[in-house]
Each structure stands twice: as C-alpha cells, then as structure tokens.
C-alpha cells in the first residue's frame, strides 16, 4: 500500500513540475488596460480571461511550439506560434478592428441606398414610397442633396451638370440608355423597376476609379442576389397594368416583371395642354435569373425590353398649327455578371452588358431615325492582404456603334454617325490606418480610338472618425468623358471634357438620425462648343453646318447639406436636403460664361412620411422648392440675362392596408397646382414694335394623379411591396 501511495505522489509532483504557465498583459493602443479578452492555445481547451489589470495566467501541460490566440470584440485577434516555455509574461497590444461597425467609412460624395450598408440614407422602399417619386428611382434621388429640379426633364442634374454625364450601372456593367425618351414639358422615367435592386449607390462627386466616362455622378444598381421566398405581384393602376413573379429552386432562381402603361383613358378624364394623335403607350418587362454554384460562385442574366409609342402635336409660339412630335422607341438591355473566390482572399467579378435603342422621331414632317449598339465587357480583381490594406483592379471595354438618317421633307436622306471604341484599366486601393483613419488611393487610364486620345485619371479620398458618431473625408479626383452622340454624330474632331471634383465632407450618424454636410469646387475644361449660325432664339442645337472646338470651360462650386431623422417623432420619418449651387459654363453655342438654364441655386426638398396605425395607412407629403433658373430675353441685351420665378411643388400620397398583402395607393403631384414655369419660347420675328413676343414653358399639365391597386400572393401569406412600413 505504501508503494502504491507512493507511486501516485510521485506522478502527482511530475505532473505539476510539467505544466508550464502561460501568462501576459494585454492593452489597447493607448497602453489602457483590456478587461475580459480571451485568451487560449488554438486547439486545446487551456485558457483564461483578462481581469482588470488586463492580466492573464493560466497553466498548461501542452509542449513545444503552440499557438497563443488573444481576441476582443472591436480588436483585431492576435496570435502568436512558439514554444509554449516562451509564451510567458507576453506585453500584447491589441490593434483597432477596422472592419468593425465603429470603423470609419470611406464615403465622401456617396450615398447608399439598401439595408447592409454601414452609413444608409435611403431603403429600398423609400423609392416607391416616396410621393414626388411616383415609383422612380430616379425620383427619389431628386430628394437627396447635390441634384437640381428640372421638372420638365426627369432626369439627374447633379451639382452643376448636365444629365448626360452622370452614368448609370446594374450589377457593374453600364447602362447606355437609361431613360425612356420624350417630348418638350414631359418628364422621363428610368426604365427599370426598383424592387429588382438591393441596394444603389448614388455618387454625386469623387467617385471610385472604377467608374469612367461620367464628368458629375455616377449611380450603381445593384440586383437581388437571392430572393426570400416565391411570389406572385400584381398592379392594377389607373394608367396601366403590371405583373411579376418569382421562382426558386435549389440553387437558382427565376423574376420576371411585365407592365403595359397606356395614358389613353387617363387624359379622356384629366385633359392636359397637349393634342394627342397617338396617346402615349409602352410596354416593358424584365427578368433575371440567378445561379448559385457549389463553390458559392454567383452567376446572374438580367435583361429588360421596353416598347414606347406616341405621337403629340404641342403649342409652339413659332408654329400656327402647334409642333407635332411623334416617337417610336424600341431598347433592349442585356446583362450577366459573374463572381467567385479562389487561392488565398483573391475575388473575380466579371460583368458584360448589351444595349440595342432603336428610335423612330417625326418632327414636323422630317423623319430621324437612330440605332445605337452598344457593348461593355468588365472584369476586376480584388485582394484582401490583411484588414488594414486592400487591392482592387480591373480593366473594361465601351463598344459604341451610332448610325443616324436625316430626311427632310421633299429632301434626299442623310446618313451619318460614328464608332467609338474605348479601353479602360484601373487600380485602387483601400488603407486603414486605424480604426480612425482610412484612405483610398486609385488612378484610372482609358483610351479612346475614335478621338485618338490616352488620358490619366488619379483618385484619392480620405477619411477621420472624429468621434463616437462623426467622421470628416476629403476627396479629390480627374474625371474624364467624351462627347456626346449628338456632337459625335457630326464631328469626331474632339477630344475628351474633362472635370476636377474637390470635395470636403463632415457626417454624423446615430441611431435613427443621419446629418451630412459637404462642400465641393468642380473645375471643367475642353467643353464642346460650337456654332450653329441659327437666329432662332430657341435654338441651342448643332448642326451639319456647325463648326466645333474643345475651348470651352466652367467651374460649379457649393455646399450640399442632408439631415434624416427617424423614430424620434413617433411613426414618423422624414428628411431635409438642401443645396446651394454657384455654377457657370462657357460651351455649346453660349456667346459668354453663364448659369445653365438648368441650374437652380438653391434646391430644397423635404421628405415626410407618417405611419396612422388605427386607419392602416401611411401618408407621406414631398415638398420641393428650386430658386429660379435663366433664360435670354431677346428684348433685352445680354445672354441668359432673366430668370424664372420660384419652383414649388408639394406632393401627396396615401398608402391604405387592405390586408397583410394588399393595399391601395393613391398620390397627386403638386397637389397645389402651383403653376410653375420653367423657361420660355420667344418668336423668332419680332413684331411692329421690334418686340419679341414669348411662351412660357410650363408644364404638360400642373398635376398628375394615380391611383394603384397592389395585391402579393407569396407562400407564407405575409409578403408585399410594403412590408418594411
């Protein structure tokens, strides 16, 4: 007994002579001690926590070369593979987790839109739910800070400049031809429904390297990669139909929307200013088909069709009989993206998108007849070597085939256009500093066939978390663009425009609550001008006869400020932006620098929903005020030398619940029916007097109602359009 007693003491004493103790002290950057961190030998169950000296000790029995893993929530986890006797009375500093929600955002001029992004100003839902949007996307980024009301276009003026050079993207390919096209006075739509996207991010300046041929803005759509569940969405509205359903499976999944709009029986109840020969009438739809691989590898086929038709005779003051304005316009839009992983942190995107616009105009008793293909093919490249430092590169190519025929009346036909091949390459970086500090440094180069022209493009923004909430950027960027189809078409004797963007940005976000306020000096040079040798006052078109240059130059400088709250005010939502633009040009056939007639300096726009839980309803008003804009008064000396009065417009929707998968809406535009003018028309004679008479450009009509009847059958009875009110 006494051996045995023996025996088991002995192996107790060698037991303890051969555990080794593991012990340390760990603190955050600023040598402040770290209470509760974990820490263990990867692979054993040996370990312990901090206390609140930020100390450790524990003992082991493991041997040889171990690996000592330390790990706090907010910190990068720390390791360290040695020889366990080695691993004792450590000194660990633990470094900010970059990736961590506190983080700095790198975000100067960028607004997201969709539920995942750290800094979101805008849901999904707001789109549709929106009362001056009237289910445009586009719409509901006209409320956002940095773009201008021009009501009679529809399109996005950002921070000085024209629609066309803000470029639109789905999944990473480019879109050439967004927008529907239309007449004087009548707004237009974007062509896509937004419940296919999960998310838009809306550049109004400084934007990333991987993005060319756009002077102001860029605008990036991305599409849902896997929807939730399947359904079936149906839309009765007072000017048109629509219908779109959802298949699942496995490992891929089908959308499909359609929607028939035809203005026909609503102008038979709200007459408008216009003489409609033809009503206006579409037809479009949109599918997409997503298929996930075993290796999680993402492929998706997004394509939409659109037909449009219509023909319109409006009051012209140069015209007895009115100006007649017919248009048939058939787009087609095609676009596949693939992503995947492979080695060590390495990702591949791949994206190629097609576009066919075909359009038909009678103008008057002329004929024009376009056809645009066009083709971009994208891939990129991204590493992450370590949290703290981040590699992105790629290359793409713009295939641009344009051709145009002219024929006048009792005239032979004029053919002409152009062929514009442009390739792209780029590379950009992401630092993070600290969890404080970060900067994105990148540099574009594209070169163009057609114009015979290789251009730089350096990029670079950087970020500072002043505080818990708050974060200054500063941003600077060389954005590039060619000329437009309607310069191109008649002389490929350019070269590229050109813009700087400067920008400063300061941002505070807490819960339910986003404040941004930015400022930003843009610099154009190589502007297009031309001379048309036109003395009609309202003629600002080039021509065969024109003559064109590059010596045109701007600048747009302001200040763009946006405030969201959400909550504080029980079920109420609402947001504030406002914008002040100092902005001149001297280009296309202007004699002299001056604002665009497109430019407002102050825009205005405030956002308000509110949900009324006993009536089942949300009501949302959307007011929007732009100060007034130029116009040339040929009465008067000077260029662009009046201006219009104020715009205003408040607008009124109503949501009603029927049930949990049917409502109701309704919605008016200017539910004051403020008579707003946006310019006007002045005869190209002047009378007895030597005065020029004038037309005000008003709009096709100062209110526009709608109705809509919205019904979701999914499988778990719960689903609609509305479901995150």
């Known amino acids: 007994m006494k051996r045995i007693l023996f025996l088991l003491i002995t192996l107790c004493q060698f037991s303890l002579i051969a555990q080794t103790t593991v012990s340390g002290k760990v603190t955050d950057s600023k040598n402040n001690p770290i209470l509760g961190a974990n820490v263990y030998l990867d692979g054993t169950y040996d370990g312990t926590s901090t206390n609140e000296k930020g100390e450790f000790s524990f003992k082991t029995e493991e041997t040889g070369t171990q690996t000592l893993v330390i790990s706090f929530i907010s910190f990068e986890t720390y390791t360290k593979t040695a020889d366990v006797k080695t691993l004792n009375k450590l ?55 940095g773009t201008s009301a021009v009501a009679e276009d529809g399109r996005l003026f950002v921070r000085g400049g024209e629609a066309e050079e803000t470029q639109i993207f789905i999944d990473g390919a480019r879109v050439f031809t967004p927008f529907t096209p239309t007449t004087n006075n009548i707004p237009t739509r974007g062509r896509y429904s937004p419940f296919l996207f999960k998310g838009i991010t809306f550049s109004t300046g400084g934007y990333s390297a991987e993005y060319g041929q756009a002077l102001s803005s860029i605008l990036a759509l991305k599409t849902i990669d896997e929807p939730d569940q399947e359904k079936t969405d149906i839309s009765l509205m007072t000017v048109g139909l629509g219908v779109g359903n959802t298949q699942k499976w496995n490992k891929s999944s089908f959308s499909i929307n359609t929607s028939y709009i035809n203005l ?9 200013r216009n003489t409609w020969k033809k009503p206006y009438q579409s037809l479009s739809g949109e599918m997409v088909f997503r298929q996930k691989f075993k290796d999680d590898s993402l492929l998706k086929l997004y394509s939409a069709y659109s037909y449009s038709d219509f023909d319109v005779v409006q009051d012209d003051i140069n015209f007895d009989n009115g100006l007649r304005f017919g248009l048939q316009n058939r787009n087609l839009y095609f676009n596949a993206s693939y992503k995947n992983k492979f080695g060590n942190n390495w990702k591949y995107e791949t994206a190629l998108s097609y576009t066919n616009d075909n359009t038909n105009v009678k103008f008057m008793e002329d004929k ?68 404080n500090l970060a900067a994105k440094i990148g540099v574009r180069a594209e070169n163009s066939e057609l114009l015979n022209e290789f251009t730089i493009s350096p990029r670079t923004s950087i970020s500072y978390k002043s505080g818990k909430n708050s974060q200054f950027s500063l941003a600077y960027g060389q954005f590039y663009q060619n000329p437009n189809n309607e310069y191109l078409k008649f002389t490929q004797n350019l070269k590229a425009q050109n813009t700087s963007h400067l920008i400063a940005n300061y941002q505070s976000v807490k819960q339910g609550q986003i404040f941004r306020i930015e400022a930003y000096y843009k610099n154009y ?52 932006s ?66 219009t009065k104020n715009f205003n417009n408040l607008s009124f929707n109503w949501t009603y619940l029927i049930d949990q998968q049917k409502f109701l809406y309704f919605s008016v535009n200017n539910v004051l029916g403020t008579k707003n003018v946006f310019g006007y028309n002045y005869k190209n004679t002047p009378d007895i007097n030597g005065n020029f008479e004038r037309q005000a450009r008003i709009p096709n009509a100062d209110s526009f109602f709608f109705v809509g009847f919205f019904w979701t059958i999914s499988d778990d009875n719960k689903s609609n359009q509305l479901d995150n009110l």
């Open 368 to 435: 024009i007849n376009s056809n645009d293909n066009s083709y971009h093919f994208k891939a990129k490249l991204r590493k992450r070597f370590s949290s703290r430092f981040r590699l992105n590169f790629g290359a793409e190519y713009f295939i641009t085939n344009f051709d145009e025929s002219y024929t006048p009346k009792n005239s032979n036909k004029f053919d002409y256009g152009f062929d514009n091949n442009i390739f792209a390459s780029f590379v950009e970086t992401d630092i993070f500093f600290s969890k």
């Open 578 to 643: 406002y914008s002040y633009l100092d902005t001149e040009r001297d280009y296309r056939n202007y004699p002299n620098a001056a604002r665009p007639n497109f430019a407002s300096k102050h825009n205005l726009s405030v956002v308000a929903k509110h949900f009324i839980t006993d009536w089942k309803s949300q009501v949302g008003l959307s007011y929007q005020f732009a100060s007034g804009r130029n116009y040339t008064n040929p009465n008067e000396s000077g260029f662009l030398n009046n201006q």
């Open 91 to 145: 000194k660990v500093k633990l470094r900010d987790d970059v990736n961590s929600l506190e983080a700095v955002v790198i975000n100067a001029g960028t607004f997201e839109a969709g539920d995942k992004g750290k800094v979101t100003v805008l849901k999904p839902l707001d789109i549709v739910t929106t009362a001056s949007a009237l289910g445009d996307f586009v719409g509901a980024l006209q409320t956002l800070p």
């Open 525 to 576: 040079n190589s502007l297009v001008k031309f001379d048309n040798n036109s003395t009609n006052f309202n003629d600002n078109q080039p021509n065969f006869n024109s003559t064109f240059n590059n010596n045109g130059s701007g600048f747009a400088k302001g200040i763009d400020i946006f405030w969201r709250q959400n909550g504080k005010i029980k079920n109420t939502d609402y947001w504030i």
């Open 264 to 272: 026909a029986p609503y102008n038979a109840i709200f007459k408008d």
